[in-house]
Protein backbone atom coordinates (compact mmCIF):
# COMPACT_ATOMS: atom_id res chain seq x y z
CA UNK A 1 0.00 0.00 0.00
CA UNK A 2 0.90 3.58 -0.68
CA UNK A 3 1.99 5.42 2.36
CA UNK A 4 -0.34 7.60 3.72
CA UNK A 5 -0.91 11.31 2.93
CA UNK A 6 -0.80 13.40 6.03
CA UNK A 7 -2.38 17.07 5.67
CA UNK A 8 0.01 20.07 6.87
CA UNK A 9 0.63 23.37 7.59
CA UNK A 10 3.40 25.23 6.78
CA UNK A 11 3.17 28.98 8.74
CA UNK A 12 4.45 32.17 7.31
CA UNK A 13 5.05 35.37 7.83
CA UNK A 14 2.12 37.24 6.19
CA UNK A 15 2.57 37.07 2.43
CA UNK A 16 5.54 34.98 2.28
CA UNK A 17 2.76 31.78 2.03
CA UNK A 18 2.48 32.15 -1.82
CA UNK A 19 6.08 32.01 -1.66
CA UNK A 20 7.04 29.02 0.67
CA UNK A 21 3.98 26.99 -1.04
CA UNK A 22 6.12 27.16 -4.44
CA UNK A 23 9.40 25.82 -1.93
CA UNK A 24 7.19 22.64 -0.76
CA UNK A 25 5.65 21.96 -4.24
CA UNK A 26 9.55 22.18 -5.75
CA UNK A 27 11.58 20.49 -2.82
CA UNK A 28 9.11 17.80 -1.46
CA UNK A 29 8.35 15.19 -3.54
CA UNK A 30 4.85 14.49 -4.25
CA UNK A 31 3.47 17.24 -2.30
CA UNK A 32 0.14 19.00 -3.00
CA UNK A 33 -0.62 22.46 -2.20
CA UNK A 34 -4.15 22.82 -1.01
CA UNK A 35 -5.14 26.06 -0.23
CA UNK A 36 -2.92 29.67 1.13
CA UNK A 37 -4.56 31.19 4.65
CA UNK A 38 -3.95 33.97 6.46
CA UNK A 39 -4.56 34.89 10.01
CA UNK A 40 -5.56 38.29 10.04
CA UNK A 41 -2.28 40.20 10.16
CA UNK A 42 -0.29 37.47 12.27
CA UNK A 43 0.68 35.09 10.03
CA UNK A 44 0.05 33.49 6.20
CA UNK A 45 -0.79 29.58 5.96
CA UNK A 46 0.64 27.14 3.25
CA UNK A 47 -1.79 24.00 4.04
CA UNK A 48 -0.07 20.72 1.82
CA UNK A 49 -0.74 17.01 1.62
CA UNK A 50 2.52 15.26 1.87
CA UNK A 51 3.36 11.27 2.45
CA UNK A 52 7.17 11.21 3.01
CA UNK A 53 8.78 11.75 6.19
CA UNK A 54 7.82 14.18 8.30
CA UNK A 55 11.52 15.38 9.07
CA UNK A 56 11.83 16.52 5.66
CA UNK A 57 9.53 19.31 6.68
CA UNK A 58 12.09 20.67 9.04
CA UNK A 59 14.24 21.58 5.96
CA UNK A 60 12.47 23.67 4.21
CA UNK A 61 13.53 27.25 4.52
CA UNK A 62 10.98 29.97 3.46
CA UNK A 63 8.66 28.09 6.92
CA UNK A 64 8.78 29.77 10.28
CA UNK A 65 6.61 26.47 11.70
CA UNK A 66 5.11 23.29 10.55
CA UNK A 67 2.15 21.57 11.62
CA UNK A 68 -0.22 19.01 11.46
CA UNK A 69 -3.68 19.15 10.98
CA UNK A 70 -5.38 17.42 13.90
CA UNK A 71 -8.85 18.46 13.27
CA UNK A 72 -10.98 20.91 11.41
CA UNK A 73 -14.39 22.02 11.55
CA UNK A 74 -16.41 24.12 9.02
CA UNK A 75 -19.82 24.49 10.65
CA UNK A 76 -19.12 26.06 13.68
CA UNK A 77 -21.81 27.77 15.90
CA UNK A 78 -21.39 31.39 15.56
CA UNK A 79 -22.41 31.83 19.72
CA UNK A 80 -21.48 29.82 22.88
CA UNK A 81 -22.54 27.04 21.71
CA UNK A 82 -19.29 26.93 19.60
CA UNK A 83 -17.21 26.04 22.83
CA UNK A 84 -19.02 22.62 23.27
CA UNK A 85 -17.86 21.59 19.64
CA UNK A 86 -14.63 22.93 20.10
CA UNK A 87 -14.07 20.59 23.18
CA UNK A 88 -15.80 17.48 21.81
CA UNK A 89 -13.88 18.12 18.52
CA UNK A 90 -10.52 17.99 20.70
CA UNK A 91 -11.83 15.29 22.75
CA UNK A 92 -12.88 12.16 20.13
CA UNK A 93 -11.09 13.56 16.56
CA UNK A 94 -9.11 10.35 15.95
CA UNK A 95 -6.57 12.54 13.95
CA UNK A 96 -5.66 13.78 17.12
CA UNK A 97 -4.26 10.82 17.81
CA UNK A 98 -2.20 10.54 14.25
CA UNK A 99 -0.89 14.07 14.78
CA UNK A 100 1.04 12.39 18.16
CA UNK A 101 2.61 9.93 16.31
CA UNK A 102 4.03 11.65 13.79
CA UNK A 103 5.25 14.50 16.48
CA UNK A 104 6.91 11.55 17.98
CA UNK A 105 8.08 10.51 14.56
CA UNK A 106 10.06 14.05 14.82
CA UNK A 107 11.33 13.62 18.01
CA UNK A 108 10.93 10.60 20.29
CA UNK A 109 10.88 12.66 23.79
CA UNK A 110 8.53 15.30 22.43
CA UNK A 111 5.90 15.78 25.43
CA UNK A 112 7.25 13.17 28.15
CA UNK A 113 7.36 10.27 29.45
CA UNK A 114 4.64 8.57 31.40
CA UNK A 115 1.60 11.33 30.73
CA UNK A 116 1.77 13.41 27.55
CA UNK A 117 2.44 17.00 28.65
CA UNK A 118 0.72 19.59 26.46
CA UNK A 119 -0.57 22.84 26.32
CA UNK A 120 -3.03 24.80 23.94
CA UNK A 121 -2.88 28.17 22.13
CA UNK A 122 -5.69 29.53 20.63
CA UNK A 123 -5.85 32.39 18.00
CA UNK A 124 -9.25 34.49 16.44
CA UNK A 125 -9.66 35.61 13.11
CA UNK A 126 -13.21 38.17 13.50
CA UNK A 127 -15.58 39.02 16.66
CA UNK A 128 -17.16 36.10 18.71
CA UNK A 129 -18.98 36.23 21.90
CA UNK A 130 -16.88 34.45 24.11
CA UNK A 131 -12.80 35.02 24.63
CA UNK A 132 -9.73 33.51 22.94
CA UNK A 133 -8.76 32.19 26.63
CA UNK A 134 -12.51 30.40 27.00
CA UNK A 135 -11.84 28.61 23.34
CA UNK A 136 -8.53 28.10 24.37
CA UNK A 137 -10.03 26.33 27.66
CA UNK A 138 -12.63 24.06 25.85
CA UNK A 139 -9.73 22.36 23.99
CA UNK A 140 -7.69 22.01 27.18
CA UNK A 141 -10.48 20.53 28.53
CA UNK A 142 -11.19 18.38 25.09
CA UNK A 143 -7.69 16.73 25.30
CA UNK A 144 -7.75 16.03 29.15
CA UNK A 145 -10.80 13.58 28.76
CA UNK A 146 -9.24 11.67 25.46
CA UNK A 147 -8.72 8.01 26.67
CA UNK A 148 -5.86 7.31 24.20
CA UNK A 149 -3.15 8.52 26.80
CA UNK A 150 -2.88 10.35 30.23
CA UNK A 151 -2.33 13.92 29.94
CA UNK A 152 -0.64 16.85 31.94
CA UNK A 153 -1.19 20.67 31.22
CA UNK A 154 1.95 22.41 31.34
CA UNK A 155 2.67 26.01 30.91
CA UNK A 156 5.87 25.51 28.64
CA UNK A 157 7.47 22.59 26.52
CA UNK A 158 5.39 19.51 25.56
CA UNK A 159 2.70 19.29 22.94
CA UNK A 160 1.79 22.18 21.02
CA UNK A 161 -1.82 22.08 20.19
CA UNK A 162 -3.00 25.09 18.07
CA UNK A 163 -6.28 26.00 17.56
CA UNK A 164 -6.77 28.76 14.91
CA UNK A 165 -10.84 30.02 14.36
CA UNK A 166 -12.52 32.19 11.54
CA UNK A 167 -16.18 32.54 11.16
CA UNK A 168 -17.64 29.28 11.25
CA UNK A 169 -14.40 27.56 10.96
CA UNK A 170 -11.74 26.18 13.38
CA UNK A 171 -8.51 24.14 12.60
CA UNK A 172 -6.74 22.00 15.36
CA UNK A 173 -2.99 21.71 15.03
CA UNK A 174 -0.09 20.22 16.59
CA UNK A 175 3.44 21.69 16.01
CA UNK A 176 6.23 19.53 14.60
CA UNK A 177 8.95 21.97 14.74
CA UNK A 178 10.49 24.32 17.65
CA UNK A 179 11.68 27.52 17.80
CA UNK A 180 15.25 26.46 16.00
CA UNK A 181 12.78 26.66 13.10
CA UNK A 182 11.85 30.36 12.93
CA UNK A 183 15.70 31.42 14.80
CA UNK A 184 18.55 30.11 12.97
CA UNK A 185 21.28 29.01 15.39
CA UNK A 186 23.49 30.85 12.98
CA UNK A 187 22.19 34.21 14.08
CA UNK A 188 24.33 35.41 16.45
CA UNK A 189 24.41 39.27 15.90
CA UNK A 190 21.57 41.56 15.54
CA UNK A 191 20.67 44.55 13.66
CA UNK A 192 17.58 47.38 13.51
CA UNK A 193 15.51 46.51 10.39
CA UNK A 194 17.34 42.82 10.43
CA UNK A 195 15.39 40.57 8.41
CA UNK A 196 13.62 37.11 9.86
CA UNK A 197 15.57 34.03 8.63
CA UNK A 198 12.28 32.69 6.34
CA UNK A 199 11.94 36.24 5.61
CA UNK A 200 15.35 36.43 3.72
CA UNK A 201 15.40 32.53 2.49
CA UNK A 202 12.40 33.66 0.66
CA UNK A 203 13.83 36.44 -1.33
CA UNK A 204 16.87 33.97 -2.18
CA UNK A 205 14.49 31.29 -2.96
CA UNK A 206 12.64 33.36 -5.55
CA UNK A 207 16.04 34.40 -7.61
CA UNK A 208 15.71 30.75 -8.52
CA UNK A 209 19.01 28.82 -7.41
CA UNK A 210 21.85 27.54 -9.29
CA UNK A 211 24.64 25.66 -8.57
CA UNK A 212 26.93 27.86 -10.25
CA UNK A 213 25.25 31.06 -8.96
CA UNK A 214 27.19 34.38 -8.26
CA UNK A 215 25.03 35.72 -5.60
CA UNK A 216 25.39 39.13 -4.42
CA UNK A 217 23.30 41.37 -1.84
CA UNK A 218 24.78 44.44 -1.85
CA UNK A 219 22.80 46.18 0.79
CA UNK A 220 23.73 42.69 3.19
CA UNK A 221 23.33 43.98 6.60
CA UNK A 222 23.36 41.30 8.91
CA UNK A 223 24.19 38.72 6.21
CA UNK A 224 20.86 37.24 6.66
CA UNK A 225 20.38 36.72 3.14
CA UNK A 226 23.31 35.69 1.93
CA UNK A 227 23.03 32.65 4.37
CA UNK A 228 20.06 31.46 3.94
CA UNK A 229 20.89 31.87 -0.10
CA UNK A 230 24.11 29.24 1.49
CA UNK A 231 21.54 26.66 2.88
CA UNK A 232 19.41 26.71 -0.11
CA UNK A 233 21.89 25.00 -2.46
CA UNK A 234 25.32 24.76 -3.82
CA UNK A 235 26.50 27.82 -5.47
CA UNK A 236 29.80 29.33 -7.12
CA UNK A 237 30.16 32.74 -4.95
CA UNK A 238 28.69 35.14 -2.17
CA UNK A 239 29.20 38.56 -2.28
CA UNK A 240 27.97 40.76 0.02
CA UNK A 241 28.19 44.63 0.93
CA UNK A 242 26.93 47.67 3.44
CA UNK A 243 27.44 51.03 3.47
CA UNK A 244 27.24 50.77 7.38
CA UNK A 245 30.71 49.56 9.04
CA UNK A 246 28.44 47.76 12.14
CA UNK A 247 26.32 45.85 9.61
CA UNK A 248 29.42 44.84 7.68
CA UNK A 249 31.05 43.48 11.20
CA UNK A 250 27.69 42.36 12.25
CA UNK A 251 27.41 39.97 8.79
CA UNK A 252 30.99 39.16 9.13
CA UNK A 253 30.58 37.76 12.41
CA UNK A 254 27.38 35.85 11.37
CA UNK A 255 28.85 34.59 8.98
CA UNK A 256 32.54 33.50 10.17
CA UNK A 257 34.46 30.49 9.04
CA UNK A 258 31.47 29.23 7.21
CA UNK A 259 29.79 29.61 3.60
CA UNK A 260 33.13 29.27 1.43
CA UNK A 261 33.47 30.91 -1.07
CA UNK A 262 32.03 34.38 0.42
CA UNK A 263 33.04 37.77 0.78
CA UNK A 264 31.27 41.00 2.60
CA UNK A 265 32.61 44.73 1.54
CA UNK A 266 32.05 47.76 3.25
CA UNK A 267 30.67 49.60 -0.13
CA UNK A 268 28.28 51.77 -1.58
CA UNK A 269 25.67 49.81 -3.19
CA UNK A 270 24.96 52.78 -5.90
CA UNK A 271 28.29 52.32 -7.10
CA UNK A 272 29.44 48.80 -6.71
CA UNK A 273 33.40 47.32 -7.34
CA UNK A 274 31.84 44.39 -9.57
CA UNK A 275 32.05 43.45 -13.27
CA UNK A 276 29.65 44.30 -15.82
CA UNK A 277 27.64 41.27 -16.29
CA UNK A 278 29.48 39.09 -13.54
CA UNK A 279 26.61 38.19 -11.14
CA UNK A 280 23.69 36.02 -11.95
CA UNK A 281 21.33 36.50 -8.86
CA UNK A 282 20.75 39.36 -6.72
CA UNK A 283 18.41 39.31 -3.78
CA UNK A 284 18.16 43.06 -1.52
CA UNK A 285 16.15 44.09 1.49
CA UNK A 286 15.96 48.01 0.74
CA UNK A 287 15.30 50.95 3.45
CA UNK A 288 11.81 50.88 4.02
CA UNK A 289 12.21 54.99 4.47
CA UNK A 290 10.91 54.41 7.92
CA UNK A 291 13.62 53.38 10.76
CA UNK A 292 16.23 53.29 7.99
CA UNK A 293 16.39 56.63 5.49
CA UNK A 294 13.04 58.14 4.02
CA UNK A 295 10.55 58.23 0.82
CA UNK A 296 12.39 61.36 0.09
CA UNK A 297 15.94 59.37 0.11
CA UNK A 298 14.66 56.36 -1.70
CA UNK A 299 12.97 58.38 -4.92
CA UNK A 300 16.51 59.32 -5.55
CA UNK A 301 17.96 56.05 -3.68
CA UNK A 302 16.12 53.41 -5.65
CA UNK A 303 16.44 54.63 -9.48
CA UNK A 304 19.95 54.62 -8.60
CA UNK A 305 20.44 51.49 -7.15
CA UNK A 306 18.63 49.62 -10.28
CA UNK A 307 20.80 50.83 -12.73
CA UNK A 308 23.85 49.89 -10.71
CA UNK A 309 21.81 46.31 -10.80
CA UNK A 310 21.28 46.22 -14.34
CA UNK A 311 25.25 46.64 -14.99
CA UNK A 312 26.35 44.30 -12.78
CA UNK A 313 23.24 41.60 -13.30
CA UNK A 314 24.16 39.61 -16.62
CA UNK A 315 21.04 39.22 -19.16
CA UNK A 316 18.50 36.81 -17.78
CA UNK A 317 19.67 37.05 -14.38
CA UNK A 318 16.72 38.11 -11.63
CA UNK A 319 16.60 40.90 -9.32
CA UNK A 320 14.70 40.08 -6.19
CA UNK A 321 13.92 43.07 -4.28
CA UNK A 322 11.56 43.66 -0.77
CA UNK A 323 10.79 47.05 0.20
CA UNK A 324 8.26 48.78 2.14
CA UNK A 325 7.70 51.63 0.17
CA UNK A 326 6.02 49.80 -2.46
CA UNK A 327 5.52 53.01 -4.90
CA UNK A 328 9.07 54.17 -4.80
CA UNK A 329 9.73 50.52 -6.06
CA UNK A 330 7.52 50.39 -8.98
CA UNK A 331 7.89 53.59 -10.30
CA UNK A 332 11.81 52.56 -10.23
CA UNK A 333 10.92 49.58 -11.60
CA UNK A 334 8.30 50.96 -14.33
CA UNK A 335 10.86 53.45 -15.51
CA UNK A 336 13.67 51.27 -15.88
CA UNK A 337 14.43 49.60 -19.43
CA UNK A 338 16.65 47.03 -18.34
CA UNK A 339 14.13 45.15 -16.30
CA UNK A 340 11.19 42.81 -17.00
CA UNK A 341 9.14 42.59 -14.24
CA UNK A 342 8.07 38.90 -12.96
CA UNK A 343 6.31 38.60 -10.02
CA UNK A 344 5.07 40.58 -6.94
CA UNK A 345 4.05 39.39 -3.38
CA UNK A 346 2.21 41.74 -1.07
CA UNK A 347 3.58 40.78 2.15
CA UNK A 348 4.01 42.64 5.83
CA UNK A 349 6.87 42.66 7.82
CA UNK A 350 6.48 43.52 11.61
CA UNK A 351 2.91 44.52 10.65
CA UNK A 352 4.26 47.34 8.22
CA UNK A 353 2.71 46.45 4.37
CA UNK A 354 5.79 45.42 2.16
CA UNK A 355 6.36 44.25 -1.59
CA UNK A 356 8.93 41.25 -3.13
CA UNK A 357 8.88 42.69 -6.23
CA UNK A 358 10.67 39.41 -8.44
CA UNK A 359 12.48 41.67 -12.15
CA UNK A 360 14.76 39.91 -14.77
CA UNK A 361 17.37 41.64 -16.39
CA UNK A 362 17.06 42.28 -19.99
Not at 31 to 52: E, H, T, W
Not at 195 to 210: C, D, E, H, Q, V
Request: hydrophobic content about 45%; charged content about 25%; some cysteine.
Amino acid sequence: MPPARHVYIAQTQPGFEAIAATEIAARLEGAQIIDLRSVADKNGMARFAYAGDPRDLLHLRTVEDVFVVAAETRDLAPGFAALHRLEHLAATAPGVERAIRLVRTVDLRRGGEGRIHYRVIARQVGRTPYRRADAQAAVERGIAARPDHRWRMVADGGIEFWLTQWPGEALLMVRLSDERMRHREYKIEHLPASLRPAAAAALAWLTMPRDDDVFLDPMCGAGTILIERAHLGRYRALIGGDIDPEAVATARANIGSRYKPITIHEWDARRLPLDAGSVTALAVNLPFGAQMGSVEENRALYPVFLREAARVLRPGARLVALSGDARTLNDALRRSDRFVRRETYPVLILGRRATVAVAERK
